[in-house]
């Protein structure tokens, strides 16, 4: 029956299937803390640009009241995006930092945005640890999963698998 469930519930929907509002919240609060320990990397030459802690600011606040309001989400969620892509091309650590802040308040939408933040740690330890992407991408994860409650585990973890699929192949290779 749960694999019938989830067939029909949609990539987002799985989440609630073993899943409550707490533990969506609670996977909000994980994925605020995890885009900002990437933050520093976009703050340390673009500090003056507020936009990626703002959208943390906003998924916080979601997480303190539950009080979800699209067009809150949208207005922090975007320009978080907006700053990335605003970075110099060659500094993608700062480019990835600002889009996980993005994708961080997307999870307050919908539980699946907490891997972008995932995705998005992964390529900038990648690009910080070029010689040894593969441990450098293994103690990344470590430290995701020493933060997450063990009831969120498999279901992160599997999204994570997922979401590893669909990272460049030359990075993929390289994390086998």
Known sequence: MPELRKRYLGKHQDFWIEHNTIDHRVLGLWAAEYAERLLPYFEGKYGKDTRPRDAIKTLREWVKTGKFNMTVIRAAALPAHAAAKLVDKEDKAANYAAHAAGQALG???????????????????ADLHPTDVKKAVVQELDWQTQRLPQNLQNWVNAWIERAIQTLPKDLRKQLD
């Open 107 to 125: 999870t307050a939408h919908g539980p699946t945005h907490a891997i972008g933040v995932v995705v998005y740690s992964i390529r900038l330890v």
